[in-house]
């Protein structure tokens, strides 16, 4: 089993910056790619960025270049540092992570709020 714990998120006006954390515990040997997700009201859950255990990144086109993803091995955490935060960046932010046999786990979600 592996647990993840989100935090960081919170309210922030438009134009500024979080950064949102995911710390994993567990049986952790097993997993390559970790990811935040979001899902805003009404909306499904989107991918909005992935690292790879070897640290390959990719992004969603809709936040490329605001969006960073990062992850320190040794401290079995993930990042997520969003700048120019607009307002339909206000979502729970999850965070994820798949092991090599595709099994996924999932964060509780931590709630971005952009106020404009």
């Known amino acids: 089993q592996v647990q993840l714990v989100e935090s960081g998120g919170g309210l922030v006006q438009a134009g500024g910056s979080l950064r949102l954390s995911c710390a994993a515990s567990g049986r952790l040997f097993n997993i390559n790619t970790m990811g935040w997700y979001r899902q805003a009201r009404g909306k499904q859950r989107e991918l909005v960025a992935a690292?790879?255990?070897?640290?390959?990144?990719s992004y969603a086109d809709s936040i490329m270049g605001r969006f960073t993803i990062s992850r320190d091995n040794a401290k079995n955490t993930m990042y997520l540092q969003i700048n120019s935060l607009k307002s339909e960046d206000t979502a729970v932010y999850y965070c994820?992570?798949?092991?090599?046999?595709?099994?996924?786990?999932w964060g509780q979600g931590t709630q971005v709020t952009v106020s404009s």
């Open positions: 690292i790879t255990k070897g640290g390959s990144t």
């Open positions: 994820n992570a798949k092991t090599y046999d595709a099994t996924q786990y």
